[in-house]
């Protein structure tokens, strides 16, 4: 199993200990779009002190989102859900019922002003998740995201479980990670997850592990308690 690459130190947990992160878990399906406004009026909020860090959890109904690298040619099945144009990084993805999706809103000129350590650390809060299900993820360096190894399929072969996709403005972070929980993989069938066709995707599942979204939502909350510091509870 890889070790995830924690790099948080004592003295960060304690910076933020008096300004806890706040979390909400949205009820039913998000419509994308939505979300995106309401992302885009707290990143600027948080920029100007006026609203807390925040972690919001959601489930959107089956669509596609287009990032910033996204190579038309990857949208085998444009008709097929909903196309979305956004301004995070990365290619074409799918979000749906049963995938997890976490919109991470923090202050990196409060934390680290570092965008790459901020990936890696979403990484690392993707890994320890999915390890207290007893799944090793794992980072590549040549692929963001998260990858288990899938030797039920034959050598070498791995599929991806989670995807990662942020977007910086005035230093807030916004969009964030998407773990297949129990989705349905055939959707990802109309796109090029990531630009990537030489591997597949999986979910918790797909790989055995009959777990529920409350179950993968307590775990997020322990483990990103430990890489990024305090949690509060909030609504959507």
Same mark, same amino acid.
């Given at each position: 199993?890889?070790?995830?690459?924690?790099?948080? @130190?004592?003295?960060?947990?304690?910076?933020?200990? *008096? +300004?806890?992160?706040? =979390?909400? #878990?949205?009820? $039913?399906?998000? /419509?994308?779009?939505?979300?995106?406004?309401?992302?885009?009026?707290?990143?600027?909020?948080?920029?100007?002190?006026?609203?807390?860090?925040?972690? =919001?959890?959601?489930?959107?109904?089956?669509?596609?989102?287009?990032?910033?690298?996204? &190579?038309?040619? &990857?949208?085998?099945?444009?008709?097929?859900?909903?196309?979305?144009?956004? $301004?995070?990084?990365?290619?074409?993805?799918?979000?749906?019922?049963? /995938?997890?999706?976490?919109?991470?809103?923090?202050?990196?000129?409060?934390?680290?002003?570092?965008?790459?350590?901020?990936?890696?650390?979403?990484? +690392?809060?993707? %890994?320890?998740?999915?390890?207290? !299900? +007893?799944?090793?993820?794992?980072?590549?360096?040549?692929?963001?995201?998260? =990858?288990?190894?899938?030797?039920?399929?034959? @050598? $070498?072969?791995?599929?991806?479980?989670?995807?990662?996709? %942020?977007? #910086?403005?005035? =230093?807030?972070? !916004?969009?964030?990670?998407? %773990? +297949?929980?129990?989705?349905?993989?055939?959707? !990802?069938?109309? %796109? #090029?997850?990531?630009?990537?066709?030489?591997? $597949?995707?999986?979910?918790?599942?797909?790989?055995?592990?009959?777990?529920?979204?409350?179950?993968?939502?307590? *775990?997020?909350?322990?483990?990103?308690?430990?890489? !990024?510091?305090?949690? *509060?509870?909030?609504? @959507?």
């Amino acid at each position: 199993m890889t070790t995830p690459r924690r790099t948080i @130190s004592p003295s960060r947990a304690e910076l933020h200990s *008096a +300004n806890p992160v706040v =979390w909400e #878990v949205a009820p $039913g399906l998000t /419509q994308y779009a939505e979300a995106v406004a309401r992302m885009e009026r707290l990143a600027e909020a948080i920029a100007q002190g006026r609203e807390p860090e925040r972690v =919001w959890l959601v489930e959107h109904p089956p669509l596609y989102t287009a990032g910033t690298s996204a &190579d038309e040619a &990857d949208l085998i099945e444009p008709d097929r859900f909903p196309v979305h144009r956004t $301004g995070r990084g990365g290619q074409f993805t799918y979000h749906g019922p049963g /995938q997890r999706v976490a919109y991470v809103m923090l202050d990196l000129k409060r934390r680290r002003p570092d965008v790459r350590l901020f990936v890696q650390e979403l990484e +690392n809060l993707v %890994i320890a998740t999915l390890a207290e !299900f +007893n799944v090793d993820g794992e980072p590549r360096p040549d692929r963001v995201g998260v =990858w288990v190894r899938r030797p039920d399929k034959g @050598s $070498g072969v791995e599929d991806k479980i989670a995807a990662i996709g %942020i977007r #910086v403005r005035r =230093w807030v972070t !916004f969009h964030g990670l998407a %773990i +297949n929980v129990e989705p349905d993989l055939e959707h !990802f069938s109309g %796109i #090029v997850p990531c630009g990537i066709s030489e591997h $597949g995707v999986t979910s918790l599942v797909d790989l055995g592990h009959p777990v529920t979204m409350p179950d993968v939502d307590d *775990a997020l909350k322990r483990q990103f308690a430990d890489i !990024f510091g305090p949690l *509060a509870t909030g609504r @959507s």
